[in-house]
């Protein structure tokens, strides 16, 4: 995992301590099984971290801001199910299916945030900024 730490901090410009906050983060979820509700919780103030120094700034930042997180967060995900790949995981299909839940809700929480700077419905934000 620390190649792929270090390989996904290399292409997406990632803080290093903040990726490794949240590998460590995502490691504890999984062994205390934690329910749905805290998952989202987390992945909340995942993207609440990552928004909340552009609060006061235009929405077209705001935008730009959570647009290349969510490049950050597929980029380091896929190489996370490539890693798993290469080394025939048992645990690939489980983590696949992680990564689906986490990706489409990121994307969600993102356009939200975005949705709610503007103050504009969600249904617009993709066609709108």
Known sequence: MQQVQEQAGWVSGCDSLMVHHIHNAFKENLQKMAPMEEWAEWLESIVDQILAKYHDKPVQIIS???KQFLLNWSCYTS???????LRS???FGSFHLI????DEYMVYL?????????????????SQV
Not at 79 to 85: A, C, E, K, Q, S
Not at 112 to 120: E, F, G, M, P, Y
């Open 64 to 66: 730009e801001v959570g």
């Open 79 to 85: 190489m996370l199910i490539r890693d798993l790949t």
């Open 89 to 91: 995981a048992g645990s």
């Open 99 to 102: 990564r689906l839940l986490t």
């Open 110 to 126: 993102v356009e939200s945030r975005i949705a709610k700077a503007a103050n504009r419905a969600m249904i617009t934000v993709i």
